[in-house]
């Protein structure tokens, strides 16, 4: 089965800003912002949709019941950011922090991470279709309880990752790295790995190898 690729974020006309609040309820739409500090702050219902934001920060955020749509997050920080519970769709994250940010039991479509740096991040409990992760930083991350179809790594650092109860099969990891990994041994049937992600898989699940 070829696996399909993020479709990209759709922008209209965008209008330039240099100040938006984050407030309950707020739809932000059609705006281009760039490094504004949003840190800090308690927010319900907030909408993004058809927006491109650049450096701006978002640190240690509680956006509950947030959704994101055709937006573009470029060279942001978004660490330690509680996102859980959120829809994201076509949304592109090009070199942004994602370090500690909770993705957790959110429902991802069409989505891209590029270039970032989402250590200590969790995409546990989310529903992922079409979402591609490239020459992304994703060590110490937990993919537990993940429900996925066409998710893609690709020159991935994935040291220390946490997979269990993820069903794997058809998941290609050839194209990335780890160290030490996590998976359900009944859930590893068809997952594609090189022969050396194999010895590290085999040595983690307890296996002697007798070379």
């Not at 590029?114 to 200590?120: G, V």
């Not at 309880?145 to 040291?159: G, I, K, Q, R």
């Not at 997952?191 to 194999?198: D, F, G, I, W, Y």
Request: proline share 2%; glycine share 4%.
């Amino acid at each position: 089965m070829k696996l399909k690729k993020p479709v990209p974020p759709l922008l209209p006309q965008l209008t330039e800003t240099d100040f938006i609040s984050l407030d309950d309820e707020v739809i932000i739409e059609g705006l281009v912002l760039k490094e504004q500090d949003l840190s800090y702050q308690d927010v319900r219902n907030l909408v993004f949709r058809e927006c491109q934001f650049e450096k701006i920060t978002m640190n240690r955020n509680h956006l509950e019941r947030f959704e994101c749509s055709n937006v573009i997050f470029d060279h942001c920080d978004l660490s330690n950011t509680e996102w859980i519970g959120a829809s994201f769709h076509q949304v592109h994250f090009r070199q942004c922090k994602l370090t500690g940010t909770n993705f957790a039991e959110s429902y991802l479509r069409d989505c891209l991470f590029e270039d970032c740096l989402a250590d200590y991040s969790s995409f546990s409990a989310t529903n992922q279709k079409v979402v591609q992760f490239k020459r992304t930083s994703l060590s110490d991350t937990e993919f537990v309880e993940v429900a996925w179809n066409h998710l893609l790594f690709d020159s991935c650092s994935l040291t220390g990752s946490n997979w269990f109860h993820t069903k794997l099969s058809g998941l290609d990891l050839t194209k990335s790295t780890f160290e030490k990994i996590a998976f359900s041994q009944e859930l590893l049937k068809g997952l594609k790995v090189t022969q050396e992600q194999a010895i590290t898989i085999a040595a983690g699940l307890g296996l002697i190898i007798d070379e």
